[in-house]
């Protein structure tokens, strides 16, 4: 069994093989993919040690004294908290062996193809087709909202193999590479002026069979191991006490003594109070997870991130009065990720918006809260048994 002594011990033996200073950036980190340093709670021979999975920090505080390089998570987010877990559960040895590495070390970046124009909080309503030729699936659809499609190499994609099924039943999920002739990626620009995400046109995108994962029609099965995983890597980020959006609103309080008043004293206070809550119902999530899939508990720990994003950016635009107002460049740019800490005040106003909807709505968030975890009764769904070609668009 790896304990946290066997763990120092390995990270030591490959800071010596492969010393940081003189080592280049990807080597290193393929080397520590290799020595099952990189999430200790995966697999032998797939970057971990089937070790605890709150292990992990005791390799990451020392990677980080040591000045290791690492993998840039906020840039390959999407592979490391939706598609990595997807793989691992549903994924042949193969795809496993195939994706799992090189989505770690960030040499291929993964992007979402689930929302379409028409299937958001409704995903199971999705129209886009994948219909079987020989060992291809042929994918013809619009996808939309997909964050990071323009640095992607691969996307998760459900879609539609067979529309006679009510809507849940006929999904199959696959693996889409995204530099297939038949994929156009076009940027969609967002309130902060920025474009993250991007509309995706799929135009006879053929994809291996090879290239499914779980059986076929079992996709929205697969989806939600997708979906449960998006809301605790989006709300359940492990950060330090007084870090994150609060710790920049704390740092303004002390730096700007002359803009302080008694009200945004008692919000500000009332605010750190409600992070701290949410930062340590986080830790207590993360020892959940240590024992299995994240539940719809996730759910909750997303809801309560959004709703504290936008409260304390707003308090911030509030504080700072008019340099609140600033925005250093509105030039439409394709960004590499999300920086809710190194930016301005008004950047992340703008930006905590879209936290209420990425990953699922609030609202929809509070239906899975009241229904899975309170046993609240369910809303009442008229299509479950119907055909999804006989529904209503
Ligand atoms: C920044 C950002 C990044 C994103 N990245 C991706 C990505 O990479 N890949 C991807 O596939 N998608 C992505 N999305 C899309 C996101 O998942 C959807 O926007 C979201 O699921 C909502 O769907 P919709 O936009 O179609 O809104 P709709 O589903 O049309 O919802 C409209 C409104 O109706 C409400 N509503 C809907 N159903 C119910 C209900 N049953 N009960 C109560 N209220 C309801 C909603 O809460 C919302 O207020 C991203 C979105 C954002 C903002």
Redesign the pocket.
Known sequence: MTDAADLRRRTADLLAAHPPATTDRLDFLRARFDAGLAWVHFPEGLGGLDAPRSLQAVVDAELAAAGAPGNDPGRIG?GLGMAAPTILRFGTDEQKQRFLRPLWTGEEVW?????EPGA????AALATRAVRDGEDWVVDGQ?V????AHLARWAILIARTDPDLPKHRGITYFVCDMTDPGVEVRPLR?ITGEA??NEVFLTGVRIPDAHRLGEVGEGWKVAQTTLMNERVAIGGNRIPREGGMIGVAAADWRARPELRTHDLHQRLLTLWVDAEVARLTGERLRQQLTKGQPGPEGSGMKLAFARLAQDISGWEVEFLAEDGLTYDDWTMRRPDGVDFTGREAGYRYLRAK?NS????????LL?IVAERVLGLPP?PRTDKDVAWKDLPR
Do not use: A
């Open positions: 999407i992007c979402q193809l689930f929302s958001g909080s409704d995903l996808k909202w997909t964050s990071s967002q993250e995400f879209g909807i990425e990953g699922g709505t609030s609202e929809v239906n809303e």
